[in-house]
């Protein structure tokens, strides 16, 4: 149970590259962040790609004018002159500037919390592994979705065998909010998102899909794909060669088999994310549109559905339980969350506590190249016909 009480000596100072007046991630962050009161400060920021707006921004939300910056290049070397700078920035522009501006603030001495899909290659994935390696720096991935406890839940279950052996997994993160081209053409913050340039090599798998895949193996962490075969349509034409719609079937290497729809083209669908694994025994099922609750059907029992923060739950789950059972959280307790994990492995990497890094389970760096790799697979088949293709997983996701 969270009480908003500090988990770490003293909040960080804290900065952020993007997530400013008119984009749509940036309220999430602080949210995340500033949830406790006792893990960040939001001290200084380049809040936006127009100097005079971030800097009006940073104010309106309480950061000093004088810590308001016009980009981030002079937020870093500015920061590392005052003793009371920064040391961890995180980054909420569009995805083509998420490895250039992660690599400078590494380079900084700053650690890192990056927006996803993290870059658009994973030889930068591995570039920026390795640097932040030899800096001692954390780089955390905001899948934000992924604080919900109830997926703490279902890798309890699954590992405790309560649905046998996982036979089909069945993942789904679809909306209908592109279903024509009028935001393509109207909103900042959807025509980058079909530019390939800034964009990268994908649309819904990288904007959706890296979520729903991420929280699968944070899930699942023993189930490694071995196979994938990706089919992907842009139905709006100009959208080409970006996807609004693809469906993936997954193998893994145990025997099970899965499948993902994600789309932004799916008209009217506004409960689009989901997640059931089905085993010998029994299935999960988690909605994020009902995230308090979990279904657990077991074969010829009447179905059950638990819910959040009841006693009978997992102790790990419970674990990050703040509001208590009959008060619904969300995703905003879900993006505090992991970023209290963030806080936790930056403060434990800065004590070299490597046993609390080793226990913490949170979306690093290899979570991040792992989603850069499901991105390139995916598109590797599709472009090849939709081809079945071998999938490395970079790591389990196990502790
Ligand atoms: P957006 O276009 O709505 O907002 C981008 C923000 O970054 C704007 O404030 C813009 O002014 C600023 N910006 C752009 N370039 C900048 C630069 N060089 N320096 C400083 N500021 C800059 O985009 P968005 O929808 O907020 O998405 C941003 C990132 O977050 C993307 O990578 C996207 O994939 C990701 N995202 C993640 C989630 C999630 O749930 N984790 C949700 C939405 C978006």
Request: proline content about 3%.
């Amino acid at each position: 149970m969270l009480n908003g009480e500090r988990k770490i000596a003293r909040p960080l100072r804290w900065g952020m590259v993007g997530g400013g007046r008119l984009g749509q991630v940036g309220y999430k962050h602080r949210t995340g962040a500033l949830r406790d009161n006792t893990a960040y400060q939001l001290v200084a920021g380049a809040f936006d790609i127009d100097p005079e707006r971030g800097k009006d921004f940073g104010i309106n939300i309480g950061v000093d004018g004088n810590r308001c910056y016009p980009d981030y290049k002079t937020m870093f070397a500015e920061e590392a002159l005052r003793e009371d700078g920064v040391e961890v920035v995180s980054i909420a522009t569009p995805n083509g500037t998420h490895y250039e501006i992660c690599k400078a603030a590494l380079g900084a001495g700053l650690h890192v919390i990056c927006e996803k899909p993290l870059f658009f290659t994973s030889e930068e994935g591995e570039e920026i592994k390795d640097l932040a390696e030899k800096k001692g720096k954390i780089v955390g991935v905001t899948y934000g979705f992924s604080g919900n406890q109830m997926l703490l839940q279902m890798r309890a279950m699954i590992e405790q065998g309560k649905i046998g052996e996982i036979r089909v997994v069945d993942l789904q993160y679809t909306h209908g909010f592109n279903a024509n081209d009028q935001a393509d053409k109207t909103s900042d913050s959807q025509k980058w998102r079909v530019d390939p340039k800034v964009a990268g090599p994908s649309f819904v798998l990288g904007d959706l899909s890296t979520h729903t895949y991420y929280m699968s193996q944070l899930i699942m962490p023993h189930m490694k794909i071995k196979k994938l075969l990706c089919d992907r349509q842009s139905f709006v034409g100009s959208r080409a060669p970006l996807e609004d719609n693809a469906f993936v079937l997954m193998r893994y290497e145990n025997g099970a088999v899965g499948r993902l729809w994600t789309s932004s083209i799916n008209a009217g669908c506004m409960d689009g994310h989901r997640i059931r694994i089905v085993g010998s025994k029994a299935s999960l099922e988690w909605w994020d549109s009902k995230p308090n609750e979990l279904r657990y059907e077991v074969q010829g029992e009447p179905i059950q559905t638990l819910i959040r923060a009841m006693p009978y739950l997992d102790e790990s789950c419970n674990a990050d339980e703040r509001l208590g059972a009959l008060h619904q959280e969300g995703l905003s307790e879900s993006w505090a969350n992991i970023y209290l994990k963030f806080a936790i492995a930056i403060d434990a990497k800065n004590r070299n506590d490597e046993e609390t890094l080793k226990n913490l389970v949170y979306p690093d760096i290899d979570a991040g190249l792992d989603g850069i790799r499901w991105i390139e697979n995916c598109v590797r088949s599709a472009d090849n016909g939709a081809s079945w293709v071998e999938f490395e997983n970079i790591k389990a996701l196990l502790v």
